[in-house]
C-alpha cells in the first residue's frame, strides 16, 4: 500500500490493541485522497479511521491466512460430504481397531452424573495416555477423521473439536454417552453383549500392534533420559512382529535395553532420528543379538515392564478388560496366551441359531467352557461347550 505521509506525530493516549505499545498519529494521501490511521511504533499495525483499508501488518496477514486455510478446509468438507451424500456408519461397521481406540478416548471421559461434552476435544487430551505412543494416537485419529467416522465441527475455529459420526440400532441421533456405554458392553461384558470384531485375526492383529506399540513406548522412554530421538517404522514394526512370535515381550525389552546401552556408548546414536537412523540401527542391532542367541543357544532374559512407564487405556482395555489377563501377558510368547484366547473368539465370531442360522442370538448363560443362547428370531434355544 504506497501513501504518502504528511505529517506523523507520537500519540501515547492510544495503545496498540495487539502489542499495547504507543501508537502514532499519521495523516496520509492516496491518490490525492486523505487517509487518516494509527500506526504502532513496535509492530506497525494500522488502525485506519475508514473502514476500507485493511491492515497489512504481519500479524494481520497471518490472521487472514488462518481465516482463508480454514475456509477452504470448510469447503472442502461440504464438498466431501455432499460426495459421500452425509454417509453415516454403524458401529458395527468399525474395524476392531478403531472400536477399541474410540473406547480408549471416551471411558475416562464420558461418566454418568458427570459433565460431558457431545463432541471430542482433541486439544484437551491429545497428550493423555490413550495409546502406547503418541505418533500411534496420531495415526489413528487422522483415520478416523479421513474416514468421516469422527467429523469436524461445521463454521468452527477449533479443528480439533469432532463429532462421532456412527449409529446405533434404536437411536436415530445417539448421543456420545449411547455410544460409549454401547462400547463398553462389547469390550467389558465378555462377549455376552455382542461382540466388537469379525473373526479372531482382527483380534490377533490388533494384540500384535498394542504389544508391539509398547515395545516402542519402552524405546522412546529408554531413549529420553539421554535426549535422543526413537520412533517405529515399518521395517522395525515387521520385525518385532517376528519377535513376538518366539519372544516374550519382556524378552524383546531385555534385547533392547541392552542394544541401546551398546550404541549409547558407542555414541551412534543421533539427537534427532532424522530418516530413521535410530531406529534402523536399533533393528539392525537386534538382528544381530537374535542371530547370535541362535547360533550360540542363548537364553534370553526377561525384563519387567518398568512401573514409571505410563499404562495406555488401550492396553489395559485390550489386555486385562477385553482378553482377561494380567501382567503376565509380558512374561510369555503370544502364541502362548493365543492359544487359551482363540477358541472362545472363534466361537463367538462363527455363533448361529442351529434352527434357523440367525446370528441375533442373546446369551442366557455363560461359563467358561459353556454357553446357552436364545435366538432371537425363532425363539430355538442352543448349549455348546466353547472348549
Known amino acids: ?65 488462518k481465516i ?42 464420558v461418566q454418568e452424573h458427570h459433565r460431558y461434552n457431545e463432541f471430542i476435544d482433541w ?23 479421513k474416514d468421516q467416522v469422527l467429523v469436524p465441527k461445521d463454521f468452527s475455529d477449533e479443528v480439533h473439536q469432532y463429532y462421532i459420526n456412527v449409529r446405533l440400532d434404536g437411536y436415530s ?28 485375526e482382527e483380534v490377533k492383529s490388533a494384540l500384535y500392534m498394542v504389544l508391539y506399540q509398547e515395545i516402542v513406548q519402552f524405546a522412546q522412554h529408554y531413549c529420553r533420559t539421554w535426549g535422543i530421538q526413537i520412533a517405529g517404522n515399518h521395517a522395525f514394526q515387521a520385525f518385532c512382529f517376528r519377535l513376538l512370535d ?51 543357544k542363548w537364553e534370553t532374559s526377561t525384563l519387567p515392564r518398568p512401573n514409571n512407564i505410563p499404562f495406555s487405556r488401550m492396553s489395559e482395555i485390550l489386555l486385562f478388560k477385553f482378553l482377561g489377563y494380567d501382567e503376565s501377558i509380558f512374561f510369555h510368547p503370544i502364541r502362548h496366551a493365543w492359544k487359551r484366547i482363540e477358541p472362545r473368539l472363534n466361537f463367538y465370531s462363527q455363533k448361529r441359531c442351529m434352527h434357523c442360522g440367525s446370528s441375533d442370538l442373546t446369551v442366557e448363560y455363560d461359563a467358561n467352557d459353556y454357553v446357552s443362547l436364545l435366538c432371537r428370531n425363532c425363539k430355538h434355544q442352543d448349549h455348546y461347550f466353547t472348549r
Open 1 to 65: 500500500m504506497q501513501l504518502q505521509i504528511l505529517q506523523k506525530q507520537l500519540d501515547e493516549s492510544t495503545r496498540c490493541p495487539l502489542c499495547q505499545a504507543a501508537m502514532h498519529w499519521i495523516e496520509a494521501e492516496q491518490y490525492e485522497q486523505g487517509i487518516f490511521f494509527h500506526e504502532c511504533h513496535h509492530c506497525q499495525h494500522r488502525v485506519f479511521q475508514d473502514q476500507r483499508h485493511n491492515c497489512h501488518c504481519e500479524k494481520c496477514q497471518s490472521n487472514r491466512k
Open 68 to 109: 482463508t486455510q480454514e475456509t477452504a478446509r470448510q469447503e472442502q468438507r461440504k464438498i466431501s460430504a455432499r460426495k459421500k451424500e452425509n454417509f453415516e456408519y454403524e458401529l458395527t461397521q468399525l474395524s476392531f481397531m478403531h472400536k477399541l481406540f474410540l473406547l480408549s478416548i471416551l471411558d475416562q471421559q
Open 123 to 145: 486439544e484437551q487430551i491429545k497428550y493423555h495416555t490413550i495409546t502406547p505412543n503418541y505418533l500411534f494416537q496420531h495415526h489413528l485419529l487422522k483415520q478416523l477423521v
Open 173 to 200: 441421533e445417539p448421543s456420545v454417552y449411547s455410544i460409549t456405554q454401547q462400547l463398553r458392553h462389547l469390550f467389558f461384558e465378555n462377549l455376552t453383549q455382542g461382540i466388537p470384531f469379525k473373526d479372531a
Open 246 to 296: 518366539v519372544l516374550a515381550v519382556g524378552q524383546i525389552y531385555y534385547l533392547i535395553q541392552n542394544a541401546l546401552e551398546y550404541l549409547y556408548k558407542s555414541k551412534a546414536l543421533q539427537a534427532r532420528n532424522e530418516n530413521f537412523i535410530n531406529t534402523n540401527l536399533l533393528k539392525k542391532t537386534l538382528q544381530q543379538y537374535r542371530e547370535k542367541s541362535l547360533t550360540e
